[in-house]
């Protein structure tokens, strides 16, 4: 289970303050008592995706299909300094990509490490 506290919410809510869509995930994910898989799963749902894993193994298949995207050097270094906004906005302009899921998909990166979920791809190079 990956939780965000409530400290870590209100410094996204920060970002994200233009961006109703986003602040109205926050607002799910602290409804969730800060479980990130449970509030994925549920807007997985509401988006008219049907998971068939758990929760947690759901959030995680749907980061790595998008890892080649999420680890390109230029998002990159905007992750790892905490800000998820540019990689937002790109992940919207990509119509397969479920919008309402971006949140949760690039907090869930955050919280892995973006360095220990872009590994594997670095190890390609």
């Known amino acids: 289970m990956t939780t965000l506290t409530s400290q870590e919410i ?10 109703t869509t986003a602040m109205e995930v926050l607002d799910l994910i602290e409804d969730c008592e800060g479980d990130l898989e449970d509030a994925a799963m549920s ?7 049907q998971p068939e894993r758990a929760n947690s193994e759901w959030l995680d298949a749907l980061a790595r299909k998008w890892r080649a995207v999420i680890c ?3 998002f990159r270094d905007d ?11 790109y992940l919207y302009t990509m119509p397969t990509f479920p919008k309402i899921l ?4 690039l907090l869930y990166v ?6 220990n979920f872009c590994e594997p791809l670095d190890a390609l190079k």
Request: proline residues 2%; hydrophobic residues 40%.
């Open 10 to 19: 209100a410094q996204f809510r920060s970002q994200f303050t233009d961006n």
């Open 43 to 49: 807007l997985a749902i509401r988006a008219g995706q």
């Open 72 to 74: 390109e050097q230029q």
């Open 79 to 89: 992750l790892q300094s905490g800000s998820v906004q540019g990689m937002m906005e």
């Open 102 to 105: 971006a949140v949760p998909v």
């Open 110 to 115: 955050l919280k892995q490490g973006v360095n």
